[in-house]
């Protein structure tokens, strides 16, 4: 079992920054790929981004590609994501995933843990 915790979202103009943390339990974290969701309302969830067990790689959704940056420090048991330059349409509540494989993916359903999710706004 696998307990996720994310934190740092809040409210934030549009072309700020935040940095979102998930700090998860258990021993095996560093053997895992990890992912960040995000869902707004009356809208499907929809792929951030994700990255591998080891960090070496990383896959982005094109609407937040050169925007946003995932990192993890398997030391700290905590993935990050780190949001610049935004928008109004990056307002959603945002998740953080374990996948039980050293390989990311950008489906939800292939993510075996979940977080309770943080929420982003970004007003105009």
């Known amino acids: 079992q696998v307990q996720l915790v994310e934190s740092g979202g809040g409210l934030v103009q549009a072309g700020g920054s935040l940095r979102l943390s998930c700090a998860a339990s258990?021993?095996?974290?560093?053997?895992?790929?990890m992912g960040w969701f995000r869902q707004a309302p009356g809208k499907e969830r929809e792929f951030v981004a994700t990255?591998?067990?080891?960090?070496?790689?990383?896959t982005y959704a094109d609407r937040v590609k050169g925007r946003f940056t995932i990192s993890r420090d398997n030391a700290k048991n905590t993935v990050y994501l780190q949001m610049n330059m935004l928008n109004p349409e990056d307002t959603a509540v945002y998740y953080c995933?374990?996948?039980?494989?050293?390989?990311?993916?950008?489906?939800?359903?292939?993510?075996?843990?979940w977080g309770q999710g943080t929420q982003v706004t970004v007003s105009f």
């Open positions: 990255i591998t067990a080891t960090g070496t790689a990383t």
């Open positions: 258990g021993r095996a974290f560093s053997s895992y790929a």
């Open positions: 995933a374990v996948r039980r494989s050293v390989s990311g993916s950008s489906f939800p359903h292939h993510y075996d843990y």
